[in-house]
């Protein structure tokens, strides 16, 4: 298998961490759509939205989508990645998409210890457990639309990435 590994999931999800570590066992390139936008633009998520609204975010982040996906490569997505179906069929037809699932309380547990503004700036203005809980309402049935393997995201990253390397009956990583 050389096509890339698609890492979908909400905000604390672990995308980044995981998909990170999963790139290191399996000896992959990994790239984040998040952090390339950053490290080409000069611009955070923030600034992104406050000189062009979450349309031009989402707009960049199709583009980046598209740009950093090849073989041998991890890619961790935003979190918002599978709000347009243009990305969900992209990553379903020339990848294999993990969706990385945790209840809201975990994921608000992580964003409070880690908030990272810069990168996360609110999506809907309310206190972050009640966001996360509308968040998975609005989005779960998209998750597990774009995914090929739903796995759960709660335990610790490297039992997460040996559940992945089952999922996609890879040998495990030590
Ligand atoms: N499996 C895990 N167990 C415990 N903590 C985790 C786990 N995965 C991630 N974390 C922690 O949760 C926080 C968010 O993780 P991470 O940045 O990887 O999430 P993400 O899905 O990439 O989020 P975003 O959509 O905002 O990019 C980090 O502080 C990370 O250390
Ligand atoms: O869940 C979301 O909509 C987002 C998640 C982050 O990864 C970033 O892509 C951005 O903050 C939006
Ligand atoms: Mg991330």
Redesign the pocket.
């Known amino acids: 298998m050389t096509q890339p590994i698609f890492m979908v999931g ?2 604390g999800a672990g ?2 961490t995981v998909g990170s570590a999963l790139a290191k066992a399996l000896g992959y390139k990994f790239v984040d ?2 952090l390339y ?1 950053l490290r080409t633009s000069g611009l955070s ?2 600034d992104i ?1 406050d000189r062009e609204g ?1 349309a031009g ?1 989402r707009r960049r ?1 199709t583009e980046t989508l598209k740009a950093i996906s090849s073989p041998l490569t991890v890619v ?6 599978v ?1 347009s179906a243009e990305n969900r069929d992209f990553m379903r037809q020339t990848g294999t998409v993990i969706y990385l699932r945790s209840p809201a309380s975990t994921l608000a547990n992580r964003l409070e210890d880690a908030p990272m503004e810069d ?3 609110t ?1 809907t203005g309310k206190p972050i457990t009640e966001e996360m809980m509308q ?1 998975l309402n609005e ?1 779960e049935a998209l998750y597990q639309q774009a995914a090929h393997h739903v796995v759960d995201g709660t335990q610790d990253p490297t039992q997460v990435v040996n559940a992945i390397m089952e999922a996609l009956a890879l040998p495990m990583a030590r």
């Open positions: 909400a905000r995308k980044t759509t998040d936008l998520v923030a939205v979450w975010f982040e961790a997505t935003g979190g918002g990645v709000l990168q996360r700036p999506l968040v989005r």
